[in-house]
């Protein structure tokens, strides 16, 4: 495969693996040294890299202090990241066997631990955004072996993902935590989500509108 | 940044950590172990089954809650022998209880899971609601399902435990004891007492009951021990509107028909957000606002009731009467909008006794000088009767009420309440409970004036969507399994009149004065005032037994509770017969473990609505070991052995308890005549087991008994009745109950027929108002009232109907009160103290001083239930503030947070009690000039934990819900404050089910034992403690810390005098204790009503 469709597929993929992995979990001392320290990363959260609070104190005293506390209201009291909550009628979340991104996940034979995940449902932004880097991920494999075919099926799959769901509800919901951040980490975060989904699902329409010919 | 492009995204590739690192790896493609196609499990279902059938309720199987976490079954197949890390199935054996957290008694199901039975293990994994409850259907509060919490409590008490030999009561030094000891010892003294034959020892022994939760066993007791010995908590905690109701209908309480009311009426938050019977009629009041109904809640505090309802009417508490009055007033002078008549006038005229009053002249008379009415009527008719009853009450205008209940600026809602109360007829439900009829001196008339309105439009008759009557809807048997003992008859009525629990002062009161009693243990003066008098009144009680009861903690003045109980010579033996450690165990002689909802044996009955059930709440343990084969070796211990057994510790419980404490031990040779009353007819040699007892009791519901004995499954057992209630839980007996008042009197011809006793016409003498009347020893009663020609059973009441005229009342001291009436101007105000709330509005002077409003329920805690619930500690932390009107706050510059220091005064006596400190939360939620703070806080005890000598774990006390405090008391001022917050204590037991308490993270209720520093204030005719106070605020000290109490208690006891003072007590002359037809617990002989007071 050529190299610039091999740079795009690994950018997805950790780009994904990042923003998962951010919005599921409350962000460790290790992980945010690793953005703080790597310019790529960081570029991505221009606001938390002129934060002055980053001045002040060091990263535990700021994940303790500020970050976690802006991730609890973000993600688990204030603001509801599950998609269940914002396409129901009724504003409820679907915890059950009938939440239409389980069965996906379960029609495609990935299993989401719920307890490991610390989420109440399957259509959890975290949880969708780690799908999309697993398909991400399954699609360079199939590249690399030159499975074409493969390929076009997981990048079918990961555009009526996005169609169907990621896009249906996530920007309304990342709008919500711009709105309601009060760190600049969680406001870049959001923006950096809202950015590339959007990116993204640009990307894999063209590819479906080029009806899958990869430039291998 | 919109939009960045695509190319900004690239550097993705370039992160120097990849992907792989930073993802969670939530996602695992592992495939199943083994195919589940075969199981009846799925992860999709498609439909949420809450309850399995009934018929499944012996071996229910369900997957493992915890490990539906892993992702279900899809990805790891269930677990087998060839497939270990499946999915784990519990099996089930779901056994119908009742909480016993409050009155309400909803329906639980215990999950019993008995995958490991043959180990010797059961667990109840959870509780559930129970579907086949008609009340409850299925649906719990907060309270219900925290019951695994109580029962899993890391500090239950694991066995009975005994005072320190040497040690005094409230060292804190406890030895165990096993239930036989226990029973040896307290039998012994019981016996002793008995033996002694005279007066004064009948009146010796106490069983003082905390909320009963259920219908009848606890009275048959004393009653089989031939004493008056009964006490209860009722007063405390509803006299007020118990005695409204007894005057108007002779019955306990109403009973309204929620779902089909036009209009519900709510004095309170009571029903509809938490106190009686909340849960079931919050959802039948749900159903009827679904349906279009409307709402109206009179409260001071914007409850989460007055938060939903269309209208909230925050008036001055304990002046609600004036406002009953001005809707009565218009009802009476007004027409409906196309004219008609708003009064049901048929209705009024049939069934309300207005023509004894007319009859009554001398009465009228003094109608004339009381100043109620200006001329004689005219003649006796009903007519002239609506014209004094228009006169009567046209003083309670609009403007005056405006002024009265300090409603100024809030006019507007007196109109809205009349748009909303015209149109609803006579479908209004209503529930005239607490807050107004407990928390004042007079608050009874607040429950005897709300129904006056109620009455007029014809909501009263009890019919659909109306207000019917509470023992029309209870059934209580649970004290009647008379026929599975060997005496086979209910045991007689005692001869003796116990006056600590019912004093001379209050003839009237409902009930047992006992939040009262250690000031009368203590007040020699008033012992030897009636001693001299005539009566017998022991000096001290020789064995004194709450039962679920914390008395110490719950009653005002808790020093003299204190003070008393530690009084040996005043309370000779105490042992509590408790589920939780308490702040009265803390001084009792013994303290004998006793079961939570799912570990007892109770019938209970709960009136929610207009149908007759009953509930049996079980010990869950023992019944699912018995269907499973487990056989007690002593069937009348069954439940104990269980619960040791099967891990829960040496908890008992009272109907197993009881008999055999009395068999055995009290009456072991039976010279008492006790003996038999609990001696098994089955086998004489032992007493009466659980399902022979329960059997006998519940087979005289008839339905019940034809259903159970013509069932396949149960016809053939021994026990039928006791085993359907076993495997069902509940039972209704009737449905749709409505006025059965004008039911037809059966009459054959030659015998009058009333609640299954023949009385034959020549022994039947008709009054000149209908009513029939038979001999009931010296007296007379009525059974039943002929209206119009017709025969009817009638009210409870003497008249036969409801009686707007209490003419007994006028007998029995108190003729100005007779009819329902409220001061009407100051003059008046100041003149009928006894109708005046010691919170009135008069009362409060300066900018500082409140009405406190403390007796509203938080919908999580229960009193003194709920400390030992993880899971309700945790959701009411915190929410125990007291609450300030905004702009009352901001006028004495108090903020949120603010400690202040909130100090008694009675203003009957000017008397100061003293303080505790609360945190200050501004709010609009409760009106001006009123404060709120529930009473339901403030837990305390003075060790962490006590070590038993040989035994090697320490004894956790209330660690999950209640601070460590530090308290002095001399005898005269207690103070206490909070030395230490929770901490946990190291769960030695029910570890798996306490996994989390490194999790504590909280510090305890923000609230004070307010209880301490409020003085008792006994209201002169209802007997009810007037919960209210007046304070005084003012910011805390710099050395003041929130929950601390200052309490000067000798202040406190010449309060109850002053209180006491109000009473009009049996004098010389009167020949009766009581009125003989008015309802009493566990009711004495007609000897022990007489009495003679001599003149000294």
């Not at chain 2, 749900?286 to 279009?292: Q, T």
């Not at chain 2, 034992?1009 to 106070?1029: E, K, L, S, T």
């Amino acid at each position: 495969m050529n190299d610039e469709l091999k740079q795009e597929q690994i950018a997805r993929i950790n780009i994904y693996a990042l923003l998962s992995r951010l919005t599921m979990s409350e962000v460790d001392e290790g992980l945010l040294k690793s953005i703080e320290e790597d310019e790529n990363m960081l570029s991505f959260f221009p606001s938390y890299a002129k934060w002055k609070k980053r001045d002040e104190y060091d990263r535990k005293h700021l994940i303790e202090q500020y970050l976690n506390v802006d991730f609890t209201n973000l993600f688990l009291l204030h603001l509801i990241p599950y998609e269940s909550f914002y396409t129901r009628e009724d504003q409820m979340m679907e915890t059950g066997g009938d939440n239409p991104v389980q069965a996906i996940f379960n029609a495609f034979e990935f299993r989401v631990e719920l307890d490991k995940a610390r989420v109440m449902a399957a259509d959890h932004i975290g949880i969708e955004l780690e799908f999309m880097y697993e398909l991400c991920k399954a699609e360079l494999k199939a590249l690399e072996d030159g499975d074409l075919e493969m390929a076009k099926q997981l990048a079918q799959l990961q555009y009526g993902f996005m169609r169907d769901h990621i896009v249906e509800w996530m920007p309304m919901y990342l709008i919500n935590v711009k709105n309601e951040s009060g760190t600049a980490f969680y406001f870049d975060l959001a923006d950096f989500v809202l950015e590339f989904i959007m990116s993204d699902f640009q990307y894999l329409s063209d590819l479906k509108d080029k009806e899958y010919k990869y430039i291998v | 940044m919109y939009l960045q492009s695509r190319r900004t995204f690239l550097k993705g590739a370039a992160f120097t950590v990849a992907g792989a690192a930073i993802a969670n790896g939530v996602f695992a493609t592992d495939s199943v172990a083994e195919s589940v196609s075969d199981s009846k499990f799925t992860n999709t279902p498609d439909t949420i089954s809450f309850y399995p059938d009934i018929k499944e309720w012996d071996s229910f199987k369900e997957l493992d809650g915890t490990d539906w976490k892993r992702g279900g079954i899809n990805r790891h197949g269930v677990r087998s022998e060839s497939n270990p890390d499946g999915i784990q199935v519990n099996d089930y054996t779901i056994v119908p209880t009742v909480c016993s957290n409050c009155e309400a008694g909803c329906g639980l199901t215990a999950w019993v899971n008995k995958n490991e039975f043959e180990k010797g293990i059961l667990t109840v994994r959870k509780y559930m609601g129970n579907p086949l409850h008609t009340g409850s259907r299925g649906r719990n509060c907060a309270k219900g399902y925290a019951v695994t919490s109580q029962m899993y409590d890391p500090d239950r008490i694991p066995f009975p435990i005994k005072r320190a030999p040497g040690s005094k009561r409230g060292e804190g030094k406890w030895v165990r004891v096993t239930w036989d000891d226990a029973m040896e010892v307290i039998g012994k003294k019981m016996h002793d007492t008995l033996a002694k034959g005279d007066e004064v020892s009948k009146k010796q022994i106490m069983y003082h009951v905390g909320r009963p939760n259920e219908n009848g066993f606890g009275p048959r007791v004393p009653q089989s021990l031939g004493i008056d010995g009964y006490n209860s908590h009722t007063n405390i905690c509803s006299a007020g509107a118990r005695e409204g109701t007894i005057q108007w209908a002779n019955d306990d309480r109403n009973s309204p028909d929620w779902a089909n009311a036009n209009l519900i009426f709510l004095q309170s938050s009571h029903a509809a957000d938490a106190g009686h019977y909340f849960q079931q009629s919050a959802g039948l009041i749900a159903e009827a606002r679904k349906r279009g109904s409307k709402m109206v809640v009179i409260d001071p505090r914007m409850s989460n009731s007055a938060g939903i309802a269309d209208l909230w009417i925050p008036a001055w508490p304990g002046t609600e009467a004036a406002l009953y009055l001005y809707l009565a007033n218009r009802i009476l002078n007004e027409n409906k909008k196309d004219g008609s008549a708003i009064v049901d006038h048929k209705y009024v005229k049939e069934w309300l006794n207005w023509d004894r009053l007319m009859a009554n002249k001398d009465y009228l008379k003094k109608m004339i000088g009381y100043g109620y009415i200006s001329k004689m009527p005219k003649d006796d008719s009903y007519e002239s009767f609506i014209e004094l009853a228009k006169e009567l009450y046209s003083p309670y205008t609009k403007e005056f009420v405006v002024k009265e209940c300090k409603l100024e600026g809030m006019e507007y809602k007196l109109d809205e309440l009349w748009e909303l109360f015209v149109p609803a007829g006579a479908k209004i439900a209503s529930y005239l409970w607490r807050a107004g009829a407990i928390g004042h001196r007079g608050g009874w008339m607040n429950t005897r004036a709300g129904f006056l309105p109620l009455a007029l439009v014809g909501a009263m008759r009890g019919d659909i969507g109306g207000v019917g009557m509470h023992h029309w809807h209870e059934i209580s048997v649970a004290g009647k399994g008379d026929k599975a003992t060997v005496a086979g008859k209910h045991p007689s009525k005692t001869d003796a009149w116990n006056e600590i629990a019912w004093p001379p002062e209050y003839p009237i009161s409902t009930y047992e004065m006992g939040f009262m009693m250690p000031q009368m243990m203590m007040d020699d003066e008033w012992h030897n005032k009636w001693t001299e008098k005539g009566l017998k009144i022991p000096k001290s009680i020789a064995v004194y037994v709450p039962r679920m009861h914390n008395p110490l903690w719950i009653n005002p003045d808790g020093f003299r509770w204190m003070e008393a109980l530690k009084r040996e010579d005043k309370f000779e033996l105490t042992f509590n017969l408790s589920p939780t450690w308490s702040e009265t165990n803390w001084y009792c002689d013994y303290v004998l473990p006793v079961g939570l909802a799912g570990e007892r044996n109770d019938q209970q009955s709960t009136p929610s609505k207009p149908e007759q059930r009953i509930e049996f709440r079980q010990a869950v343990l023992r019944v699912a070991a018995e269907k499973s084969g487990w056989k007690a070796k002593d069937p009348t211990r069954a439940t104990l052995e269980a619960h040791m057994k099967y891990g829960l510790g040496e908890v008992w419980e009272e109907s197993e308890f009881w008999p055999n404490l009395i068999f055995h031990h009290v009456d072991k040779d039976g010279k008492l005549g006790i003996r038999d009353y609990w001696a098994s007819k089955k086998d004489p040699s032992r007493c009466v087991s659980v399902p022979e007892y329960f059997d006998a009791a519940l087979s005289l519901l008839p339905r019940l008994k034809a259903a159970a004995t013509s069932d396949s499954r149960y016809k053939n057992e021994e026990y039928p009745v006791y085993s359907y209630i076993r495997d069902h839980g509940a039972w209704t007996e009737k449905t749709n109950v409505y006025k059965p008042q004008e039911e037809e009197l059966e009459f054959d011809g030659t015998h009058y027929i009333a609640h299954g006793h023949k009385h034959h016409k020549d022994e039947v003498r008709k009054d000149e108002f209908g009513a029939l009347w038979v001999k009931d020893g010296e007296l007379e009663k009525s059974i039943g009232i002929d209206v119009d020609g017709k025969l009817h059973e009638g009210f409870h009441t003497l008249s036969k109907k409801l009686e707007f005229f209490s003419e007994w009342l006028t007998e029995w001291k108190w003729p100005e009160y007779a009819v329902p009436i409220y001061p009407r101007n100051d003059a008046e105000n100041d003149k009928m103290v006894e109708l005046v709330t010691q919170v009135h509005h008069k009362y409060m002077k300066a900018d500082n001083e409140f009405a406190l409003n403390t007796i509203y329920r938080l919908p999580y805690n229960i009193h003194t239930r709920s400390v030992n619930s993880k899971h309700l500690m945790e959701i009411s932390q915190n929410h125990n503030p007291v609450w300030i009107y905004t702009k009352d706050a901001e006028k004495l510059g108090i903020k949120r947070g603010d400690a202040i220091k909130v100090q008694i005064e009675d203003t009957l006596s000017g008397i100061k009690s003293g303080y505790f400190i609360a945190m200050a939360v501004p709010t609009e939620a409760t009106r001006p000039g009123v404060l709120a703070c529930s009473h339901h806080a403030g837990r305390w005890k003075l060790q962490n934990s006590v070590d038993i000598p040989g035994f090697e774990h320490s004894l956790g006390i209330m660690s999950l819900g209640s601070p460590k405090v530090s308290m002095t008391n001399d005898g005269k001022v207690g103070t206490m404050t909070t030395t230490e917050g929770i901490k946990p204590h190291k769960a030695w037991q029910f570890k798996e089910y306490n996994r989390d308490l490194d999790d504590i993270w909280w510090n305890g209720l923000s609230g004070a034992w307010q209880n301490a520093v409020a003085p008792v204030h006994p209201d002169p005719v209802a007997g009810n403690h007037g919960w209210h106070q007046k304070v005084i605020i003012s910011k805390a000290g710099a050395n003041d810390k929130i929950g601390d109490i200052h309490v000067n208690y000798e202040n406190n006891f010449k309060v109850y005098k002053a209180w006491q003072a109000l009473a009009r007590p049996l004098t010389v002359g009167d020949q009766w204790r009581r009125p003989y037809h008015i309802k009493r617990p566990v009711k004495p002989s007609q000897k022990a009503y007489k009495v003679e007071i001599k003149d000294v």
